[in-house]
């Protein structure tokens, strides 16, 4: 079942080389998505396009079940920095119109799988920078998307809590049958969370490989040290490699 | 450095100042009607207390209606200009020609519209004028310079205009409107002493006309001690603003938050 579809989509930017396309990807239910590529090559403004903040040039995006409910964490924690952990889980839930109790119960319950349910009441600035970003996680999931769309959430983080953010993310993702498309440069962490990898060309960002990968039940922290692990990361690299000396 | 040095340092300044003063006034003899000497201005000022007092409540009073319509009429321009561009486009020139007119040309023309007879409401709305472009100006960067992606989130998840502006860009302003309301405070007590200056005759009441007239009698310590009045006040007025906007930003805004070691 198709989530969300770009066909032919194209985007060039006033003034500016065409920075994306064309591009064709179809997002199935459930499945993890990693789009995986250089840096500047268009894949934020292919989750953009998705997400419906950018129109594209060319091409269409749809979605065949109807508009899904669409959950986006940025590449920073993009919080309020007036409002505390709790209030800023809830903003996607005050803006529906929920009552404040039910919201409140909901943030609560969202920060609690994120790991933060101590800090519900602390400003952003007295949270690290790990710590932010599980904040803008649990309030994406505060608001059950059906589409989660991630754009290098992780990539400012230390490796120690970019892995520990990985790891919850999987298992959060796993228990809510989440649907993702997740934006990265890092071909450890595609590996390591997607069912699924686009790896794309530098600008304009197109699809050069697609990398299939075995379903994720098998995948903890002790994957990552296993030769299996290894070996499918050689091969997303190799594939990502490829793909830049095709287009060069 | 340490807290107590921080009001230490400029106290000793001021007494070292004032007794050299005073010393330097007697020992060459200077005329009265030039400079009197820190124990005279304070004897004129104890003298005058009440009469003095009286004219710093009316000069106090219409600073803070004047600071208060600024606020409030800055914000809501502001909040105005950031809803339609068009209206920004349209309006702000004539604000920035409001703003580097200067209030001294403008006041005749002012207080002969307004009437001798109502000399509070022209001293109110020439203080009005120099104190709202602060407010104006700083509140429109302000709303402007909310987060983009915070911006982008608020409308995939169906915000209204309404709870966009509430939410996120008054909030997200806070800080410049704040910075804006110090200048401004000190802005309405000058734009009201100024005011009074060029109203001129007596039926202005403030400080500015005590100066005036203690100015026309060679009364030099009166002038000085209706100066220090201002001073003191101008003083009161920008650390009660400063107060303000820490109480409001502490918990959030790098600004105002204590550096922790």
């Given at each position: 079942?198709?989530?969300?579809?770009?066909?032919?989509?194209?985007?060039?930017?006033?003034?500016?080389?065409?920075?994306?396309g064309?591009?064709?990807?179809?997002?199935a239910r459930?499945e993890f998505?990693?789009?995986?590529?250089?840096?500047?090559?268009?894949?934020?403004?292919?989750?953009?396009?998705?997400?419906?903040?950018?129109?594209?040039?060319?091409?269409?995006?749809?979605?065949?079940?109807?508009?899904?409910?669409?959950?986006?964490?940025?590449?920073?924690?993009?919080?309020?920095?007036?409002?505390?952990?709790?209030?800023?889980?809830?903003?996607?839930?005050d803006?529906?119109?929920?009552?404040?109790?039910?919201?409140?119960?909901?943030?609560?319950?969202?920060?609690?799988?994120?790991?933060?349910?101590?800090f519900?009441?602390a400003?952003?600035?007295?949270?690290?920078?790990?710590?932010?970003?599980?904040?803008?996680?649990?309030?994406?999931?505060?608001?059950?998307?059906?589409?989660?769309?991630?754009?290098?959430?992780?990539?400012a983080?230390?490796?120690?809590?970019?892995?520990?953010?990985?790891?919850?993310?999987?298992?959060?993702?796993?228990?809510?049958g989440?649907?993702?498309v997740?934006?990265?440069?890092?071909?450890?962490?595609?590996a390591?969370?997607?069912?699924?990898?686009?790896?794309m060309?530098?600008?304009?960002?197109?699809?050069?490989?697609?990398?299939?990968?075995?379903?994720?039940?098998?995948?903890?922290?002790?994957?990552?040290?296993?030769?299996?692990?290894?070996?499918?990361?050689?091969?997303?690299?190799?594939?990502?490699r490829?793909a830049?000396?095709e287009?060069? | 450095?340490?807290?107590?040095?921080?009001?230490?340092?400029?106290?000793?300044l001021?007494?070292?100042?004032?007794?050299?003063?005073?010393?330097?006034?007697?020992?060459?003899?200077?005329p009265?009607?030039?400079?009197p000497?820190?124990t005279?201005?304070?004897?004129?000022l104890?003298?005058?207390?009440?009469?003095?007092?009286a004219?710093?409540?009316?000069?106090?009073?219409?600073?803070?209606?004047?600071?208060?319509?600024?606020?409030?009429?800055g914000?809501?321009?502001?909040v105005?200009?950031?809803?339609?561009?068009?209206?920004?486009?349209?309006?702000?020139?004539?604000?920035?020609?409001?703003?580097?007119?200067?209030?001294?040309?403008?006041?005749?023309?002012?207080?002969?519209w307004?009437g001798?007879?109502?000399?509070d409401?022209?001293?109110?709305?020439?203080?009005?004028?120099?104190?709202?472009?602060?407010?104006?100006?700083?509140?429109t960067?302000?709303?402007?310079?909310?987060?983009h992606?915070?911006?982008?989130?608020?409308?995939?998840?169906?915000?209204?205009?309404?709870?966009?502006?509430?939410?996120?860009?008054?909030?997200?302003?806070?800080?410049?409107?704040?910075?804006?309301?110090?200048v401004?405070?000190?802005?309405?007590?000058?734009?009201?002493?100024v005011?009074?200056?060029?109203?001129?005759?007596?039926?202005?009441t403030?400080?500015?006309?005590?100066?005036?007239?203690?100015?026309?009698?060679?009364?030099?310590?009166k002038?000085?001690?209706?100066?220090?009045?201002?001073?003191?006040?101008?003083?009161?007025?920008?650390?009660?603003?400063?107060?303000?906007?820490?109480?409001a930003?502490?918990?959030?805004?790098?600004?105002?938050?204590?550096?922790?070691?």
């Amino acid at each position: 079942m198709i989530v969300a579809q770009l066909d032919r989509v194209e985007k060039t930017y006033a003034g500016g080389p065409k920075a994306l396309g064309p591009l064709g990807i179809a997002v199935a239910r459930g499945e993890f998505l990693s789009l995986l590529g250089p840096s500047g090559c268009g894949k934020s403004t292919a989750l953009r396009l998705i997400a419906g903040l950018l129109a594209p040039s060319a091409g269409s995006v749809s979605f065949p079940q109807g508009r899904p409910r669409i959950g986006f964490v940025f590449q920073d924690a993009t919080l309020m920095p007036w409002a505390r952990a709790i209030a800023n889980v809830r903003l996607p839930l005050d803006l529906e119109g929920i009552a404040r109790d039910e919201g409140n119960a909901r943030a609560h319950a969202a920060l609690v799988r994120v790991g933060l349910g101590d800090f519900a009441h602390a400003y952003p600035r007295a949270l690290s920078g790990g710590m932010r970003m599980r904040v803008s996680i649990a309030r994406a999931l505060a608001a059950k998307p059906e589409l989660l769309l991630m754009d290098e959430p992780f990539a400012a983080l230390d490796e120690l809590a970019r892995e520990a953010l990985n790891d919850d993310l999987l298992k959060l993702a796993r228990e809510d049958g989440l649907t993702v498309v997740f934006v990265t440069h890092s071909v450890y962490e595609s590996a390591f969370l997607s069912t699924r990898i686009l790896a794309m060309t530098p600008r304009p960002g197109r699809v050069a490989a697609e990398i299939a990968l075995a379903s994720p039940a098998a995948r903890t922290r002790a994957w990552r040290l296993t030769p299996e692990f290894a070996e499918t990361a050689a091969r997303v690299s190799r594939s990502l490699r490829e793909a830049m000396s095709e287009a060069a | 450095m340490t807290r107590g040095l921080r009001l230490a340092l400029p106290f000793a300044l001021g007494v070292a100042a004032l007794i050299t003063w005073e010393w330097l006034v007697t020992y060459y003899a200077v005329p009265r009607y030039v400079l009197p000497k820190p124990t005279e201005i304070a004897e004129a000022l104890a003298a005058d207390f009440p009469s003095l007092l009286a004219s710093l409540w009316t000069t106090l009073r219409i600073t803070l209606a004047a600071f208060a319509l600024a606020v409030g009429g800055g914000v809501a321009l502001a909040v105005l200009f950031s809803q339609s561009r068009l209206v920004e486009l349209a309006l702000s020139p004539y604000a920035v020609a409001l703003q580097v007119t200067p209030v001294v040309a403008i006041a005749p023309l002012i207080v002969i519209w307004v009437g001798y007879e109502r000399i509070d409401l022209a001293l109110l709305i020439l203080a009005w004028i120099v104190a709202f472009f602060p407010i104006l100006s700083n509140t429109t960067v302000g709303l402007r310079s909310a987060d983009h992606n915070l911006i982008d989130l608020f409308g995939l998840h169906g915000a209204s205009r309404w709870q966009v502006l509430w939410r996120l860009r008054l909030p997200s302003a806070l800080p410049y409107l704040l910075s804006g309301m110090k200048v401004s405070g000190g802005l309405a007590l000058i734009g009201t002493v100024v005011a009074e200056f060029v109203a001129g005759t007596g039926t202005a009441t403030g400080l500015a006309w005590r100066i005036v007239e203690a100015g026309n009698r060679l009364q030099i310590a009166k002038m000085f001690a209706a100066l220090l009045l201002l001073a003191v006040l101008g003083i009161a007025i920008y650390f009660a603003l400063g107060l303000l906007e820490y109480l409001a930003l502490r918990r959030w805004h790098e600004s105002a938050v204590r550096k922790e070691n």
